[in-house]
């Protein structure tokens, strides 16, 4: 070691780290380090400064508006859109010029339901494979996330914390992660995923594989889901999830369960509330979805068998439905256990229905894919979108997926971890930018086909793609 280095000299000095780490002015982990070696700007030099880009000759979907605009030019200044301009060959010195030729530009697009750690992962592998091979699995599936044209995704339950600091920091290419962490489960419950041999589960005793690896928590009392809460919060958790009704992927509660009580619902609201955000929860039937509206829930995950006077609730108190496009693939079913088959079938029959009453009651609705398990099924996530199409317009299904989506990240409050418009392209958005060669609102499945059809994709500023040099 170089002694004259004084870096290494104030990292080898055992008592100036106790006071710092006594003082509570580091974060666990390698933080302790970085406090004393990395400020925050020198910690996220892996990024290469986003300068000025011009995106001219474009046409632009919005986000919002079901038609185009006119032969335009977009600039980008950092991370921030700066300038719509009416001129589609405005010039700019110093720019970095993206000739469009009149293809699309529009907002990057954002999944409302994603498992980032979990999405192209099967349960066996899941829950006995070593943690750092999983995480390597997990920032592949983050870049091939973002090349498909997906720059922000909502996690639902995962231990992402560390991948998406390795995403903000450039460690790794990925989408902007907002991240529930662990999913807050009953015993018994969806999020349940102990092994046989990981019973009975008592108070203060050993947590289970999938705790752990913060794949779930498990609480059974108000205080207890308070408790697993604010530990995600801790963590880093932009929003809460807890599993409120039965699942089709595990395998110990029927479908048509209604989990946890009002009151411990009502805790972790509480505790959400507390940091000014809200609480997410998975539920399919009335009876579940309900009890959550009591307890103070904000948006529902699924609600495929919701009936029509539930969806009118939801509608009335302004719940946000992130709703899934959940029908049969024989693919994907064949992959499916016995059980998850049966559970499926009963959900993919109330698909059709629910989307129905969803635009019946003009519910806020949020897009997502919600892949589980299935490598096959992930690499398809833009045609879960194109789907959208039996029950929607092109349009109104991408503007569910940008700006209705990004609507609903910003109900993450002050804990936002990326303030700003997202979803949208406008001046002063953040800069989440799609070049499509074609016209979505024409034809959305140009999204089912990003290799070919996104020729560039920008998120924060900064171009991951862009062949239209090649």
């Given at each position: 070691?170089?002694?004259?280095?004084?870096?290494l000299k104030r990292m080898s000095?055992?008592?100036?780290?106790?006071?710092?780490?006594?003082?509570?002015?580091?974060?666990?982990?390698?933080?302790?380090?970085?406090?004393?070696?990395?400020?925050?700007?020198?910690?996220?030099?892996?990024?290469?400064?986003?300068?000025?880009?011009?995106?001219?000759?474009?046409?632009?979907?919005?986000?919002?508006?079901?038609?185009?605009?006119?032969?335009?030019?977009?600039?980008?200044?950092?991370?921030?859109?700066?300038?719509?301009?009416?001129?589609?060959?405005?010039?700019?010195?110093?720019?970095?010029?993206?000739?469009?030729?009149?293809?699309?530009?529009?907002?990057?697009?954002?999944?409302?339901?994603?498992?980032?750690?979990?999405?192209?992962?099967?349960?066996?592998?899941?829950?006995?494979?070593?943690?750092?091979?999983?995480?390597?699995?997990?920032?592949?599936?983050?870049?091939?996330?973002?090349?498909?044209?997906?720059?922000?995704?909502?996690?639902?339950?995962?231990?992402?914390?560390?991948?998406?600091?390795?995403?903000?920091?450039?460690?790794?290419?990925?989408?902007?992660?907002?991240?529930?962490?662990?999913?807050?489960?009953?015993?018994?419950?969806?999020?349940?995923?102990?092994?046989?041999?990981?019973?009975?589960?008592?108070?203060?005793?050993?947590?289970?594989?999938?705790?752990?690896?913060?794949?779930?928590?498990i609480a059974d009392s108000p205080?207890?889901?308070?408790?697993?809460?604010?530990?995600?919060?801790?963590?880093?958790?932009?929003?809460?999830?807890?599993?409120?009704?039965?699942?089709?992927?595990?395998?110990?509660?029927?479908?048509?369960?209604?989990?946890?009580?009002?009151?411990?619902?009502?805790?972790?609201?509480?505790?959400?509330?507390?940091?000014?955000?809200?609480?997410?929860?998975?539920?399919?039937?009335?009876?579940?979805?309900?009890?959550?509206?009591?307890?103070?829930?904000?948006?529902?995950?699924?609600?495929?068998?919701?009936?029509?006077?539930?969806?009118?609730?939801?509608?009335?108190?302004?719940?946000?439905?992130?709703?899934?496009?959940?029908?049969?693939?024989?693919?994907?079913?064949?992959?499916?256990?016995?059980?998850?088959?049966?559970?499926?079938?009963?959900?993919?029959?109330?698909?059709?229905?629910?989307?129905?009453?969803?635009?019946?009651?003009?519910?806020?609705?949020?897009?997502?894919?919600?892949?589980?398990?299935?490598?096959?099924?992930?690499?398809?996530?833009?045609?879960?979108?194109?789907?959208?199409?039996?029950?929607?317009?092109?349009?109104?299904?991408?503007?569910?997926?940008?700006?209705?989506?990004?609507?609903?990240?910003?109900?993450?409050?002050?804990?936002?971890?990326?303030?700003?418009?997202l979803g949208v392209v406008e001046?002063?958005?953040?800069?989440?930018?799609?070049?499509?060669?074609?016209?979505?609102?024409?034809?959305?499945?140009?999204?089912?086909?990003?290799?070919?059809?996104?020729?560039?994709?920008?998120?924060?500023?900064?171009?991951?793609?862009?062949?239209?040099?090649?």
């Open positions: 070691m170089n002694s004259r280095n004084p870096r000095c055992p008592l100036l780290l106790s006071v710092v780490l006594l003082l509570g002015l580091c974060r666990p982990g390698l933080a302790q380090y970085e406090a004393l070696e990395l400020g925050p700007e020198e910690a996220a030099s892996n990024l290469p400064a986003a300068g000025a880009t011009l995106f001219r000759n474009v046409r632009i979907f919005d986000g919002r508006n079901a038609a185009l605009s006119a032969p335009s030019s977009v600039l980008v200044r950092g991370n921030v859109i700066e300038q719509i301009l009416a001129n589609p060959a405005a010039t700019e010195a110093g720019a970095a010029v993206i000739d469009g030729n009149g293809r699309v530009l529009m907002p990057g697009l954002i999944d409302a339901h994603w498992h980032m750690f979990m999405a192209a992962v099967s349960p066996a592998v899941l829950l006995t494979a070593d943690p750092g091979y999983l995480n390597l699995l997990a920032a592949r599936q983050a870049e091939a996330t973002l090349m498909r044209g997906f720059t922000t995704i909502r996690d639902m339950g995962g231990p992402v914390f560390g991948l998406k600091r390795a995403i903000d920091e450039g460690v790794t290419v990925g989408p902007r992660i907002y991240p529930s962490g662990a999913m807050i489960s009953q015993t018994s419950g969806h999020g349940d995923f102990r092994a046989r041999y990981e019973v009975p589960r008592a108070l203060g005793g050993p947590l289970s594989q999938s705790e752990i690896m913060g794949v779930a928590a205080d207890e889901v308070r408790l697993r809460a604010r530990e995600q919060l801790r963590q880093g958790a932009s929003q809460i999830k807890l599993m409120a009704g039965g699942g089709v992927s595990s395998p110990h509660n029927p479908i048509e369960s209604t989990q946890f009580t009002e009151a411990e619902l009502h805790a972790a609201v509480e505790a959400a509330e507390g940091w000014g955000t809200y609480v997410a929860v998975h539920a399919y039937t009335p009876a579940a979805i309900r009890q959550a509206i009591a307890a103070g829930v904000k948006c529902i995950e699924h609600g495929q068998l919701i009936d029509e006077p539930t969806a009118q609730l939801l509608a009335d108190k302004g719940i946000w439905w992130s709703l899934q496009p959940l029908t049969y693939d024989a693919d994907v079913f064949a992959r499916m256990s016995p059980v998850s088959q049966k559970k499926a079938l009963v959900v993919f029959a109330g698909t059709e229905n629910a989307y129905k009453l969803a635009r019946k009651y003009k519910v806020k609705t949020a897009w997502g894919a919600d892949i589980l398990g299935d490598a096959g099924a992930a690499s398809r996530q833009g045609q879960y979108l194109a789907m959208m199409v039996r029950w929607y317009t092109p349009a109104e299904a991408l503007k569910m997926a940008t700006a209705d989506n990004g609507e609903l990240m910003a109900l993450s409050g002050f804990i936002n971890p990326y303030p700003g418009k001046a002063g958005a953040l800069a989440d930018l799609l070049l499509v060669d074609g016209n979505p609102l024409e034809d959305i499945n140009l999204v089912a086909n990003p290799d070919k059809n996104f020729v560039v994709i920008m998120k924060d500023g900064r171009i991951y793609k862009n062949t239209l040099g090649k």
